[in-house]
């Protein structure tokens, strides 16, 4: 069984007015991701012993491997992105009490936890991705990592919101303008309903 793009979870042009518009969407989703499922496609059916395994087992045992590094980015990227659409939302920006309460027992607020994670997505070296994770001491905290990389590889906590800082994801509607694509996203596009529901199931 082949590994196949997930549709998103709403239009194309669903969130044109919050700063991700449809070309984006299209770009980002439509073609990036894509490539990176059927690049993993290929390079699963060449490999025997990565076929019948999960995505998560196959990022798990390709991470810091140096024979497998295509399978890992590409595998990476396909679950990063997955989850990076799963963490928009045409209704973004609007925080559920039980998030709001979580986030300022654990950063002191909630305006300190979006300068947290704001100072991560921002100080990201070229491509990458920031996370909002649950560590393994029951507290949520940020991270970020390079390339392909995720929390999944390293085992370090359970994912609850990322947010894809690759050029690719705002150079239409944010050309070189990182920090305020950051922002936007914050303030406008977060689905913290879904992390809020991510966090109640970790
Ligand atoms: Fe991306």
């Known amino acids: 069984m082949s590994f196949a793009l997930p549709s998103l979870p709403f239009s194309a042009n669903a969130l044109a007015g919050r700063g991700m518009c449809q070309e984006t969407l299209e770009l980002h989703h439509g073609k990036h991701h894509q490539a990176y499922v059927t690049a993993l496609n290929g390079l699963v059916e060449k490999n025997p012993s990565l076929q019948g395994k999960s995505l998560e087992e196959i990022i798990k045992l390709s991470h810091n491997n140096s024979e497998l590094t295509a399978v890992f980015n590409n595998a990476g990227q ?12 045409p209704q973004g920006g609007r925080m559920p009490g039980a998030l709001e309460k979580r986030l300022a027992a654990d950063f002191g607020s909630v305006d300190k936890f979006k300068e947290t994670f704001k100072t991560a997505a ?17 507290k949520l905290k940020v991270t970020k990592t390079a390339n392909a990389g995720s929390p999944l590889a390293t085992g370090e906590g359970k994912l609850i919101m990322v947010l894809d800082v690759w050029e690719h994801a705002y150079y239409v509607d944010f050309r070189n303008r990182r920090a305020d694509f950051i922002d936007n996203f914050l ?16």
């Open 122 to 138: 921002a100080t990201q070296f070229g491509s990458g991705w920031a996370w909002l994770i649950l560590g393994h001491d029951g």
């Open 78 to 89: 396909h679950w990063n992105h997955s989850r990076f659409w799963e963490s928009l939302s």
């Open 187 to 202: 303030a406008k596009v977060a689905n913290y309903d879904d992390a809020a529901e991510k966090l109640q199931k970790a």
